[in-house]
């Protein structure tokens, strides 16, 4: 694309905040820095990487003598917003190269214990105020591996969540696990107990990119597994898939995705590759044993992901989860993405609730001797959200789903600024500009629809929106 002038600065900021420079005080960054990149393809080049939106972007840590006292009070609370909850289980039978939420290895007597501990847990908590309140929309239980547990035991769990949460009628919840070491067995108790939504990684189903990675199962095995599952017809079915992987090609990524259609998978979710330190494929590629997809190779493989599941007739519902059936639905994933309350449970569990972020305790027999206990503080450290959180969360919520809303945004944002002295719109016109100039937003009736490129690059962009959003004169000095 030929090279655009920069757009007209915002009403309301030109004092504070030029459009390619720093502030008087040099304190805010330059305003080009949030630009796309306006002479490059902008699938392959609009920014020079996919900056991740910081889950405690905004927040501020709570004081550590502060924290067993802000504990009590939040689970002395009701709750007053949309919320669900998450369940933990932190074991894996091998550690996948590419994960960076590894624990703690897989012995099949850990099962029993760490699910009596957290029943325990639910139980202790069911009755405080923090569970009183709009009923849950949906329970997510992750890992690690939580089809590692045997039938009973994942029986047990969706027993006690039944018993011990508030849930709504249409509560959607998810078993996460792995094809390896699953069963159908297994599939009819979790659906028996009241599981109504299965999620497998199966990253990719070609034997030689898996194997590497540290996947088990092959892809025969997959396919027959998928297929018997879907058989079933207890519930949605989806897979997650990866692009960008060692040995990958985009039409591998496109092949991957048509099989989901073909097996009649009800969604799935596609992610690009990410690098996290301490992982052993980072540690591979950077001993050069490895060689992932280039950084500006990766939008190719997300179109071929993308043009495969139009052509199948899959829905996106994120910029990231297709649907293939209206029984998919990925409540909790945009719930906890766009500011939904979180009930956590479980060691190494993230709960947020009235502003605060927390995880329980990672240490299984400290989980397991105080779990229990409500009067016990199971957290070590707290993250509290700044006051323009609503306001934050209500454009991730249009970014995730690739269409800005700005009067969903500005409604939040009259609420908390009524006497405000700039609108939304027009602090944040400059830069939707330039991206629309650029590639990446279309005008869509009263919206902003995010492109291909634009989807692409959703993280990214949500973080710049968000640093944008931080330099409103309304805003910045909000603590």
């Known amino acids: 694309m030929g090279k655009v002038a920069s757009p007209p600065r915002p009403r309301g ?40 939106v910081h889950p405690f972007s905004g927040m501020a840590p ?45 012995r099949s007597g850990d099962g029993a214990p760490y699910v ?26 992750g890992g690690g591996t939580p089809t590692a547990l045997a039938g009973k035991e994942v029986s047990r ?47 990719s189903f070609s034997d030689a990119i898996r194997r590497p ?14 297929g018997q ?10 897979v997650d898939l990866m692009y960008g992987l060692p040995g990958q090609q985009p039409e591998n990524v496109a092949a991957d995705v048509a099989l989901c259609a073909q097996l009649g998978l009800d ?41 495969a599941a139009e052509a199948e007739g899959w829905t996106p519902i994120s910029t990231t989860h297709w649907q293939g059936s209206l029984r998919e639905r990925n409540v909790y994933n945009l719930a906890v993405k766009t500011g939904a309350d979180c009930l956590a449970f479980g060691a190494g569990a993230g709960g947020f609730l009235q502003g605060l972020n927390y995880r329980i305790t990672s240490d299984l027999a400290d989980f397991a001797a105080r779990g229990g206990d409500p009067a016990q503080c199971l957290t070590r450290g707290m993250m509290q959200s700044g ?35 700039c609108s939304i719109a027009d602090h944040l016109g400059p830069l939707l500009a330039q991206w629309t100039s650029t590639g990446l937003l279309t005008p869509h009736h009263r919206f902003h629809r995010l492109t291909r490129a634009g989807r692409f690059w959703q993280v990214a962009m949500t973080g710049r929106l968000l640093g944008w959003l931080g330099q409103h004169p309304d805003l910045k000095d909000m603590k």
Not at 79 to 101: D, I, Q, T
Not at 229 to 238: E, F, N
Request: aromatic letters at 8%; proline letters at 8%.
């Open 387 to 421: 006051p323009s959180a609503p306001v934050s969360n209500a454009l991730k919520q249009g970014m995730e789903r690739g269409l800005l809303d700005l009067l969903a945004v500005e409604a939040a944002f009259s609420r908390l600024c009524p006497a405000a002295t």
């Open 116 to 141: 009596d501990a957290v029943i325990a847990q639910l139980r202790a908590f069911a009755d405080t105020p923090a569970h009183k309140g709009p009923p849950l929309q949906a329970v997510y239980m």
């Open 267 to 307: 969604g799935l979710d596609l992610y690009s590759l990410n690098l996290i330190p301490g992982t052993p494929l980072l540690t591979a590629v950077e001993k050069g044993k490895m060689r992932p997809a280039g950084p500006t190779d990766l939008g190719r493989f997300f179109a071929a992901g993308e043009d």
């Open 157 to 203: 769990l969706v027993t006690a969540i039944h018993t011990y949460l508030p849930l709504a009628p249409d509560c959607e919840i998810t078993l996460e696990g792995r094809i390896h070491s699953f069963g159908l067995d297994k599939a009819r108790a979790a659906y028996d107990a009241g599981v109504t939504r299965i999620s497998l990684g199966v990253q």
């Open 229 to 238: 599952l879907v058989a079933l017809d207890r519930g949605a079915v989806v």
């Open 62 to 106: 709570v004081p550590e003598d502060r924290i067993a006292e802000r504990w009590t009070a939040l689970h002395n609370l009701p709750r007053r917003n949309r919320a669900v909850a998450y369940l933990h289980v932190p074991f894996c039978e091998n550690h996948c190269l590419f994960c960076g939420f590894y624990q703690n290895a897989w």
């Open 213 to 226: 990675l540290g996947r088990k199962a092959n892809r025969a095995e997959i396919i027959r597994f998928l």
């Open 13 to 52: 900021v030109a004092a504070t905040v030029p459009p390619t420079g720093r502030s008087a005080d040099g304190d805010a960054p330059r305003l080009d820095s949030f630009f796309a990149a306006p002479d490059a393809d902008p699938l392959a080049g609009a920014f020079p990487g996919k900056r991740a």
